[in-house]
């Protein structure tokens, strides 16, 4: 019985352990055959009050390396990333344009709980300075090179971030880098904001 209740254990730990470990890692760009090297989506903007579908990727990037934090509403170390950015984009040391936040888990996590906790008026509690995006798991990935869909599907396309995964996307729509630090560190940060500068 102990045994089966342990299994168990590890079975559901393994499942959610994006937005539960706090092991630290980065990891270098995985190129696969079958995913798209070029990306882009479009997908409402969290605004509180619409989900007009108006923001394009690949327009985004269009002017410089963009910062992408994947992020959930009950996620520890996606409200600490959020907050250490939030420094530097005040104390002028990142461009709240190179940055892009994007939600992770619309399939459990409503839009209102993502609002509370991210939106950028008095109450929320990490309100973000830059765009925060709601996709779903039927959002649509293009795949630049081609012109076409990626038969990828939208999470698999991006490699299948957990929260938080930090990734920085090129101008040309290309993912040249990704980190799976749960907790900020100065290193990891230093490295961001090098490459997006």
């Given at each position: 019985m102990?045994?089966?209740?342990?299994?168990?254990?590890?079975?559901?730990?393994?499942?959610?352990?994006?937005?539960?470990?706090?092991n630290?890692?980065?990891?270098?760009?995985?190129?696969?055959?079958?995913?798209?090297?070029?990306?882009?989506?479009?997908?409402?903007?969290?605004?509180?009050?619409?989900?007009?579908?108006n923001?394009?990727?690949?327009?985004?990037?269009?002017?410089?390396?963009?910062?992408?934090l994947?992020v959930?509403?009950?996620?520890?170390?996606?409200?600490?990333?959020?907050?250490?950015?939030?420094?530097?984009v005040?104390?002028?040391?990142?461009?709240?344009?190179?940055?892009?936040?994007?939600?992770?888990?619309?399939?459990?996590?409503?839009?209102?709980?993502?609002?509370?906790?991210?939106?950028?008026?008095?109450?929320?509690?990490?309100?973000?300075?830059?765009?925060?995006?709601?996709?779903s798991?039927?959002?649509?990935?293009y795949?630049?090179?081609?012109?076409?869909?990626?038969?990828?599907?939208?999470?698999?396309?991006?490699?299948?971030?957990?929260?938080?995964?930090?990734?920085?996307?090129?101008?040309?729509?290309?993912?040249?880098?990704?980190?799976?630090?749960?907790?900020?560190?100065?290193?990891?940060?230093?490295?961001?904001?090098?490459?997006?500068?």
């Amino acid at each position: 019985m102990k045994s089966s209740i342990f299994i168990f254990f590890i079975v559901v730990s393994s499942a959610l352990s994006g937005c539960i470990s706090e092991n630290q890692s980065v990891i270098s760009e995985d190129s696969t055959n079958d995913l798209p090297e070029r990306l882009s989506f479009s997908a409402p903007i969290m605004n509180g009050s619409s989900n007009i579908t108006n923001f394009v990727l690949e327009e985004y990037v269009s002017d410089g390396p963009v910062l992408m934090l994947w992020v959930a509403a009950g996620c520890m170390g996606c409200h600490s990333w959020t907050d250490i950015l939030v420094d530097e984009v005040e104390n002028g040391n990142i461009s709240n344009s190179s940055i892009l936040s994007i939600h992770r888990y619309s399939s459990f996590e409503s839009q209102s709980y993502v609002e509370e906790v991210y939106g950028n008026h008095q109450n929320s509690s990490n309100p973000v300075h830059w765009p925060l995006v709601l996709p779903s798991e039927e959002t649509i990935v293009y795949d630049l090179d081609t012109g076409y869909e990626s038969t990828s599907g939208f999470y698999n396309s991006f490699g299948n971030p957990s929260t938080p995964t930090l990734q920085i996307m090129n101008p040309l729509g290309e993912i040249i880098w990704t980190s799976k630090t749960y907790w900020p560190t100065l290193d990891v940060l230093e490295e961001i904001k090098s490459l997006i500068k």
